[in-house]
């Protein structure tokens, strides 16, 4: 481990190296240090958010519990008035004596008057013979059946908290206190009802930043600063049944799609056997936002301090180190090919002189490239005067004993007797002699070259008559493609001489030229005897080698190599019985 890190250390630039140590033993302690600071600031901040929070939730449970109390004393001051228990317990004898027993009592309209926190009292008596008037309420077989009103006389003198259909009930009540009431005279019970006013719990509510519901035992919403949520069961709502369900308790959730922090607390006012839950919901951000201020603002500080620390000694390490750089960028320049390049460091020290030598050292290696440059040319201009050599040696290897103007007179001597055959072949002998003889190595048209092949081929038909057929198919527009001579003629007489001489049926020699793109392709295919795999895969193979002994394919091989390159070479095809192709494929000239 310490040798690799030596030896990345090694590979480092020398100002990266400085600028590293300076990192290392100076700015990195620094932010440790900075960030130490910073983090001790956030916690302060966070401990001051947390204990506004938890005195934001006293000042609610506090607030709640007062007007909680006014129900809790209205109740209790009711149980033991006389006129509500007259009322309640008389037995009426017509609807008469009701309405006027109701309009002489004015005890609930007066508490109501006195006390907004309170929207409607109600009492519950198991008297048939009294009137609903909204204050007074006959029990009947369906509400002695509710929840509310069993729990009400289980619990004798204890208060009930409780959200609960009613044909009384609105969205401004949607908490009753619920209490029995003994009447010492009859020796009967009667179930109290007094309605908080949601929206002054709504008012109390919404004075708080956080969203803050009140639900009771059953789980309805009875008061909220969030709208839309009172009357509601707490799991019907967005907040959902995971909420509802939770004891009492912090918890990290994310509520509507944003993390946050919920506080849920039980509150259980006086002389009462059920209990409210307060449900407080801090989104993460507001909790922690100041908090994060002090760090953004502590980062950023650190941040500038760094940046510019780093810059400056940036700069003072790049002063140092400019003359290596200089030498650096030159070595790169040479390392590219521009050996023109000359290093201009200035002073004697170490960095100068190693300059210097660098200097004569490029000298040097250009003039060896010079050497091997006019080497190389030399080479190749030896390479081209033997191709010469060989193309010559090759037009001189066809028929070179016959001459021209002897030929031409046995011609005309044929001709003259009516030999029109050997005329022809004669004439045909002549001409490809005499385009043999004009070869100079230049390149020639393709129809040229197209001539001198169908001079031969005519030979051939005179020599095999019915036996040996041929054809020309030249694409328009490749007649003058100009290409190096001699390369299609030989291709023709290992077709004749390899391909069909050697079989007892008479055959064709195709000769075709075309188009391909930005390539000529020419091939030549006859219908012969074929080659088997083993016998194809030699002659490729021998075309290859230095000597070979079918020296017309040889000489034609090699010479596409040389002058057109790699891809240039000859393509053999050929199946047993069925014949062989021989195509090459030449760039068309820009």
């Not at 390899?498 to 091939?523: F, M, N, P």
Request: charged share 25%; no cysteine; hydrophobic share 40%.
């Amino acid at each position: 481990m310490l040798r690799r890190l030596t030896l990345l250390l090694n590979d480092m630039k020398l100002r990266n190296k400085m600028v590293l140590s300076y990192i290392l033993f100076f700015i990195l302690p620094f932010i440790i240090v900075g960030f130490f600071v910073v983090r001790e600031y956030r916690d302060s901040a966070l401990l001051k958010a947390k204990e506004q929070i938890e005195s934001s939730i006293d000042r609610i449970k506090i607030r709640t519990n007062e007007t909680l109390d006014i129900a809790i004393n209205l109740s209790s001051r009711l149980s033991l008035d006389s006129d509500m228990e007259q009322i309640a317990t008389t037995r009426y004898q017509n609807r008469n004596d009701v309405v006027e027993a109701y309009r002489d009592f004015t005890t609930f309209r007066m508490f109501l008057d006195f006390n907004p926190e309170i929207s409607q009292i109600k009492l519950f008596m198991d008297n048939p013979t009294l009137l609903n008037n909204w204050e007074f309420f006959p029990v009947d077989a369906a509400l002695k059946n509710t929840f509310w009103y069993h729990s009400a006389l289980e619990h004798s003198g204890l208060i009930g908290w409780y959200y609960f259909p009613n044909e009384t009930r609105t969205r401004g009540n949607l908490l009753s206190l619920v209490r029995s009431v003994y009447f010492q005279e009859e020796r009967s019970f009667g179930v109290l009802a007094v309605d908080v006013n949601t929206e002054y719990l709504n008012s109390m509510l919404r004075q708080e930043n956080a969203d803050t519901l009140l639900t009771d035992e059953q789980g309805f919403v009875v008061a909220s600063n969030r709208t839309g949520m009172t009357g509601k069961l707490l799991k019907d709502t967005s907040l959902g049944a995971e909420l509802s369900d939770k004891e009492p308790g912090s918890y990290e959730m994310t509520i509507d799609g944003v993390e946050s922090k919920v506080i849920i607390d039980k509150l259980t006012p006086d002389k009462s056997y059920s209990s409210l839950t307060i449900i407080t919901i801090y989104s993460v951000d507001s909790i922690v936002k100041e908090a994060n201020r002090i760090n953004v603002l502590g980062v950023q500080v650190i941040s500038i301090f760094v940046v510019l620390s780093i810059l400056m000694i940036y700069f003072i390490f790049a002063v140092i180190t400019k003359r290596l750089l200089k030498f650096s960028r030159q070595i790169s320049k040479v390392s590219m090919g521009n050996f023109n390049a000359a290093i201009a460091v200035d002073g004697k020290d170490e960095i100068g002189q190693i300059s210097r030598q660098f200097n004569q050292m490029v000298v040097n290696i250009r003039e060896l490239m010079d050497e091997v440059t006019e080497s190389h040319q030399h080479a190749s201009e030896l390479e081209r005067k033997q191709n010469e050599i060989k193309l010559k040696m090759l037009a001189s290897q066809i028929n070179p004993h016959f001459l021209y103007n002897a030929l031409e007179s046995i011609r005309m001597k044929a001709h003259l007797n009516g030999e029109k055959e050997i005329s022809q072949a004669v004439k045909m002998l002549g001409k490809l002699l005499r385009k043999n003889l004009e070869i100079t190595g230049q390149m020639i048209a393709l129809k040229d070259e197209m001539e001198i092949s169908r001079a031969y081929l005519e030979i051939q038909k005179f020599r095999h008559e019915e036996r040996l057929n041929y054809e020309l198919r030249l694409e328009p527009g490749t007649e003058e493609i100009r290409l190096l001579p001699l390369l299609v003629q030989p291709l023709v007489e290992n077709s004749v001489v390899h391909g069909l001489e050697r079989s007892t049926d008479s055959g064709t020699v195709k000769i075709s030229a075309r188009i391909d793109g930005e390539h000529l392709e020419v091939a030549v295919a006859d219908n012969g005897i074929g080659m088997s795999a083993d016998k194809l895969e030699q002659l490729r193979h021998a075309l290859g080698q230095q000597e070979s002994e079918r020296i017309g394919l040889h000489n034609v091989h090699q010479r596409l190599l040389m002058t057109y390159g790699e891809e240039a070479g000859l393509l053999l095809e050929s199946e047993p019985g069925e014949g062989t192709t021989i195509r090459f494929r030449i760039p068309l000239e820009g």
